[in-house]
């Protein structure tokens, strides 16, 4: 039996890439994560519950700061040359994002550096490094003399080994996740296939699909109808005070893939907000009236009563926008009410049996120091195409 392909996940999350590699068969080294609820779900899920990863001893299983590590385990790391197939993940991307403001002084941005010294350190076979699309758009007054982020981590790593390096702006939904989620994605190896790694995934992606039973294209209802408020609820399991959902029977391919089993259930994180009446009333007058998948902001507003300052009703034939971590962004496509945990988590492409650890909404000073459920969703890679981009690396990688 051929052993399994061999990877480190840096700026990992809660785990969206290590998972998707996990269902593609590779087997996890260990994965870097500075956040502690994040990191809870991680080790929850992939460390605890599957087993996934084998961590090597001289590492503590904690949520580790990317340069805490690379200062205190230099040498470990240079240890592992020769023996790494792949180093996976994307530094945070809050002063690259396009949704906020672009801020090029956020110190989040040196990560990039971190992420290119492990590398360097560890020297894989091969990089699969994800990125929002702003990672590709210069600043406006660029220290670095109008050049993209984008363009700097490529040639980097071409000048480190991997002279194949390419990145490409990829749209989610064309990989049967039901969002339309741009990132950027940059491939690159030491044995210059990175072009054969993109074909692969490209022209076998039907395929890969095709075997899980899902469909290439998917809205929103065929990820989410089988969640549906309206086929019943049971108190929280562990939110005194709040309903959590119970499932019907799945109904989509897509569904199929992502469920637990077949028979209704209450699967984890499917907790509704408790919305006043007030609230409800706005969110039926936007059910009724309003356009889908639209940002509905400024004067456009006023005709439902909204006083949020943004907020898009889903259109459940479509896919979504891009799923953010902030719960109130969107309006379920039928139920008067914005989504649950569990909801995102499926637009996401995370499997039922992924829990999510932490508290699931947080405010006020903790916003910039906790990373609930909802961040830890809207933060993450979609498993799905994690797990087809792990399947055409595998591909590739195996086949010299």
């Known amino acids: 039996m051929t052993p399994a392909l061999k990877y480190i996940d840096i700026f990992a999350g809660c785990g969206g890439l290590s998972t998707g590699l996990h269902l593609a068969g ?31 001893t001289w590492l503590p299983i904690l949520n580790w700061d990317i340069k805490e590590l690379l ?15 792949l180093v996976v993940g994307g530094p945070p991307c809050q002063g690259f994002s396009t949704a906020g403001r672009r801020v090029e002084g956020d110190q989040r941005n040196s990560l990039v550096h971190s992420y290119l010294k492990l590398v360097e350190l560890v020297q894989p076979r091969a990089i699969l490094f994800e990125n929002v699309r702003g990672f590709t758009m210069k600043f406006k007054a660029n220290s670095q003399g109008g050049v993209a982020y984008s363009q700097l981590v490529t040639q980097k ?22 969002q339309r989620r741009q990132r950027f994605i940059v491939i690159a190896t030491r044995e210059g296939v990175a072009d054969a790694v993109f074909d692969s995934l490209d022209n076998r992606c039907g395929e890969y699909l095709a075997e899980r039973g899902i469909p290439r294209k998917n809205g929103v209802k065929s990820a989410l109808s089988d969640l549906q408020r309206r086929h019943g609820t049971i108190p929280c399991p562990d939110s005194a005070g709040f309903q959590s959902g119970i ?16 028979a209704a259930h209450t699967p984890d994180s499917h ?16 059910l009724t009236g309003a356009p889908r998948n639209r940002c509905i902001l400024g004067e456009d507003r006023e005709p439902y009563g909204l006083k949020k300052r943004s907020v898009t009703v889903l259109d459940g034939d479509e896919a979504s926008p891009t799923v953010t971590t902030i ?42 120091l906790q990373t609930p459920r909802y961040t830890q969703v809207g933060n993450a890679v979609p498993p799905l195409f994690a797990e087809l981009a792990g399947l055409a690396l595998k591909e590739v990688l195996s086949n010299g």
């Open 71 to 85: 200062d205190q385990k230099a040498a470990e790391l240079s240890k592992l040359r020769g023996t790494v197939d």
């Open 157 to 178: 790593l071409r000048d480190l080994g991997y002279g194949d390096a390419r990145g490409e702006l990829i749209d989610m939904s064309e990989y049967g996740v039901p």
């Open 247 to 262: 499932t019907s029977r799945p109904t989509t391919g897509l569904q199929k893939h992502l469920r637990v089993n077949s």
């Open 26 to 56: 590779w087997k996890g080294m260990f994965a870097v994560e500075k956040n502690e609820s994040a990191f809870s779900t991680l080790k929850f899920n992939l460390v605890e519950k599957r087993k996934h990863f084998e961590w090597p």
């Open 271 to 286: 907790r509704f907000v408790n919305h006043t009446a007030d609230v409800e009333e706005v969110f039926v007058r936007l």
């Open 327 to 368: 719960p109130d962004d969107f309006v379920h496509y039928s139920e008067p009410r914005v989504m649950t945990v569990r909801e995102c988590a499926r637009l996401q492409t995370f499997p039922d049996w992924f829990e999510f650890k932490g508290p699931y909404t947080t405010g006020g000073k903790q916003r910039v």
